[in-house]
């Protein structure tokens, strides 16, 4: 999954990390891996909320990821850097789809600010409170968290999102005016 | 003003029928409705300790915040009480006009205590222009309906409703315990008037303790939401996931959950010939597609459900998934006449189709291990149908069977041939070919269940995403995530099937839109697990512990030898261990003080424990029931083969359960 996140352009050579829960641990990806060509040892075990010298070797935001797991029902997440994403949340305080697939699973994605964009607990509380209404929450500026029961699932999230954000941001490239398809879409915007 | 719920709920006294209307704000809020409202309310009137047929004992009807709205899948409403099968707190649900009469009679629960001088039924009035706001009484049997027996076994499920429908009139609905469940057998089941079953546990024959012959409840309120246009805009999204879902837009609704058999016999996951094979070469005759081309004339649903996956066949509702294999693959039966026969017979007296053919299907076993002392072989349809029919009534070697397996196989001195956790015994999925089916057998609180957190989900259907059915480890997580939302499922009322197409992201949202109350996925996901810790001290209460928690001797030792899923073992201990930590319990599988603290269970834990020092004058602790028979059978092996000693007929209930 890590090489997919790379090869599909969700992060550059040593962005991202991602995380599972197992029971009161997690196994988050090292500090400075590479998602693309993660082994075995890139994968470092730590309590869920206690350190132990996992935490040396942790990745840089692991403090974003407990506190999404302290304060959510997900049980995996994935950092990623989506650059049609991180475009749009230059701009925008949401990201709702305008197409089929992103209008189906994401609705409506919000976009959040913290000047210390970077395993910083200003960013952490940012993030959690915003991922109580939506699986995915995107920093402004810096990359996607997105949760997941499994993290394929976190992985699906995250890559419908870049896709709906491209299609956004090519819409607007293209100067079209999209002709509405579907019912209610204006209370996405409320969803 | 309350939404989503009524705000009242009736408090009623069988021993002298007075009734008394109350509201629990607090607990409503904290578990929702339906199974998670009756589990709290279990906890403020139960006794854990003591035998769960004493009249002391609460059991309980109640809907949820969803029941009777346009949500899809929603008419359905929860009975809570104790099971005389397992000894544990227990639950089954329904679709159906029940729980939206309840709710449009003006309450969301009935709570009922005592045991009626008499057979009676509870007759609930709801309806507008009647003694306001709901009236509630306790009738005499023998008035209403005095020619006939309620132990007859002739007054199956289609003549208790034909009989009560003409007495109390249009407008009612009925929940009763069926004829099997009346004559005590602990596998009886629930019926309601429009053919739905409640059937695991024995929950017929725990209302029978208190001499209910039916609940009736008549109501035409409206039921309403706190944001009407929201909700519907939340309904259609959910219809939207409903229909670009494949399980729910097209295979429930072309085969029904008989869709399941190839696929789960194609991964090795489906036991035959109780629970010794995986291979079995009898699948294609009892498949989805077969059920589809031989039988099936049409499809049905319950109240509000879009997806309608009951078949309707010549002799009534066709038999679900389970029930072709419980009477098919489980016993040997490759025969769909035969099967729908005994799914029909078990329809009318009110048997668990699943508890019976496992039952069967050890028998079987021991019958051609030649230690019945009587013919009976794996395959043989003709006295599979008189067996079930035996059990109904009551008679021949048949009664021996309308307990269950885990009492039957001790008597004749091999409990290890039952396949059951914690009394209930294994639906039909193998765990050597989906481990965290297994776990998820050893955890459930109502004994062996997939309706407590379904890993066929991630295990063989990829919903929400395919995992490796054979790995034992990091399976916790989805698990517990999948036994809360199949709690908050049954607490809002909504059928588990519509879970197949969205989750607790959605339905939070509609139970916020119909409540008028803030209820984030976060909230549904702790809704969920308070009402699995209440369960779960409720049962440490009863005397269950970590030992509980385990899976049948042939799961754990035996893998199969061919076949998908040959040669894999489970590794219970450590998936165990990784769940009690996913938990926050302690090592013995009790939750912990910071947990109880966290769910703000601490008043309900500490009245458990101290109820748990109530005991029955044998003070082995009520939850014990089956083992305690089990252990009785080992002890006393001359007498095994007979049936056991006690009270027939109408007092056999109140047997030391």
């Known amino acids: ?191 | 003003m309350t939404h989503g719920w009524t705000g009242s709920s009736v408090l009623c006294s069988l021993d002298d029928g007075a009734a008394e209307r109350f509201d629990r704000p607090d607990l409503r809020r904290d578990f929702l409705g339906g199974r998670g409202y009756g589990v709290a309310l279990m906890a403020e009137f139960g006794f854990p300790a003591r035998r769960v047929m004493e009249p002391a004992q609460p059991f309980i009807l109640s809907a949820g915040p969803l029941t009777g709205t346009t949500a899809p899948s929603s008419g359905r409403f929860a009975a809570v009480g104790l099971s005389p099968l397992t000894g544990t707190i227990f639950d089954g649900n329904a679709g159906g006009r029940f729980g939206v009469r309840l709710r449009q009679a003006g309450l969301d629960a009935l709570v009922l205590l005592g045991c009626s001088p008499e057979w009676s039924v509870v007759v609930i009035d709801g309806r507008r222009g009647r003694a306001a706001p709901s009236d509630v009484r306790v009738v005499p049997l023998r008035g209403l309906w005095p020619e006939i027996d309620p132990l007859d076994p002739g007054l199956t499920s289609s003549r208790t409703v034909e009989g009560l429908r003409g007495r109390l009139g249009a407008g009612f609905s009925l929940v009763f315990p069926s004829v099997a469940g009346r004559r005590g057998a602990f596998l009886g089941s629930l019926r309601t008037d429009d053919r739905r079953s409640l059937g695991r546990g024995g929950l017929g024959a725990a209302l029978s303790a208190k001499r209910v012959f039916a609940v009736a409840v008549a109501g035409d309120h409206g039921i309403d939401q706190a944001d009407p246009g929201r909700f519907e805009f939340l309904v259609y999204e959910a219809e939207k996931q409903i229909a670009a879902n494949p399980v729910t837009s097209r295979a429930l609704p072309e085969f029904g959950t008989a869709v399941l058999m190839q696929i789960v016999h194609q991964a090795g996951a489906l036991p035959a010939l109780n629970y010794r094979t995986a291979a079995w070469d009898g699948v294609d005759a009892i498949c989805g597609e077969a059920v589809r081309d031989q039988m099936t004339r049409g499809r049905q649903g319950c109240f509000g459900c879009h997806i309608r996956c009951t078949r309707r066949v010549e002799t009534g509702e066709g038999p679900e998934y389970e029930t072709l294999w419980a009477f098919g693959a489980a016993c040997g039966v490759n025969d769909l006449e035969t099967i729908q026969e005994a799914n029909r017979r078990c329809a009318e007296f009110g048997l668990d189709t699943i508890s019976l053919g496992a039952t069967i299907a050890c028998a079987m076993e021991l019958g051609e291990a030649g230690v019945l002392g009587r013919a009976l072989r794996f395959g043989d349809g003709v006295r599979l149908l008189e067996l079930v029919l035996e059990a109904a009534e009551g008679r021949g070697f048949g009664a021996e069977l309308a307990d269950g397996p885990a009492r039957f196989a001790a008597r004749y001195g091999h409990p290890e041939l039952a396949m059951h956790v914690k009394g209930l015994e294994l639906p039909a999925y193998d765990p050597r070919g989906m481990h965290g089916q297994g776990l998820a057998y050893a955890t459930s609180n109502r004994g062996a269940c997939h309706l407590r957190g379904n890993m066929l989900g991630p295990e063989l259907l990829g919903i929400p995403k395919m995992v490796d059915r054979f790995a034992d480890r990091g399976k916790s997580g989805i698990l517990v995530t999948l036994q809360h939302q199949a709690a908050v499922f049954d607490s809002a009322c909504l059928c588990k099937f519509a879970g197949f197409a969205f989750g607790d992201e959605l339905l939070s949202r509609m139970l916020g839109a119909a409540t008028g109350e803030s209820i984030s996925e976060r909230d549904t996901q702790a809704i969920g697990e308070r009402i699995w810790n209440l369960e779960r001290l409720w049962n440490v209460a009863a005397g269950f512990s970590a030992r509980d928690d385990t899976l049948p001797g042939r799961i754990l030792d035996e893998p199969h030898s061919q076949g998908p899923s040959a040669d894999r073992a489970i590794d219970l201990p450590a998936m165990l261990d990784e769940y009690y930590r996913a938990r926050g319990w302690a090592a013995d599988g009790v939750p912990v003080a910071a947990k109880v603290r966290m769910l703000g269970l601490e008043g309900q834990a500490a009245l458990l424990r101290s109820r748990s020092m109530d005991r029955d004058v044998d003070s082995s602790g009520a939850g014990q029931g089956w083992r305690k028979e089990v252990a009785a059978a080992a002890a006393d092996r001359p007498a095994a083969g007979r049936v056991p000693e006690g009270p027939q007929g109408e007092g056999r209930h109140l047997r030391a359960v």
């Open chain 1, 1 to 191: 999954m890590g090489r997919d996140c790379f090869v599909s352009g969700l992060v550059n050579s040593h962005a991202g990390n991602m995380s599972v829960r197992i029971g009161d641990r997690l196994l988050i990806t090292r500090r400075g891996s590479m998602l693309g060509r993660l082994r075995p040892e890139d994968l470092i075990e730590t309590g869920i909320d206690r350190d132990d010298s996992g935490i040396a070797l942790a990745s840089s935001e692991i403090m974003t990821h407990r506190a999404i797991y302290a304060h959510t029902a997900a049980q995996a997440i994935l950092h990623t850097h989506p650059p049609h994403g991180v475009v749009l949340s230059l701009a925008q305080d949401e990201i709702i789809p305008i197409d089929s697939e992103g209008s189906y699973l994401l609705r409506r994605v919000p976009v959040v600010v913290a000047e210390r964009t970077v395993g910083s607990q200003e960013m952490a509380e940012a993030i959690t409170a915003r991922l109580g209404e939506s699986a995915l929450c995107m920093l402004r500026g810096h990359g996607l968290f997105a949760t997941g029961r499994l993290l394929e699932e976190a992985y699906q999230l995250s890559s419908v999102f870049e896709a709906s954000a491209r299609i956004i941001y090519l819409t607007k490239l293209a100067g079209i005016t999209p002709i509405e398809f579907r019912r209610d879409s204006e209370k996405y915007g409320e969803w």
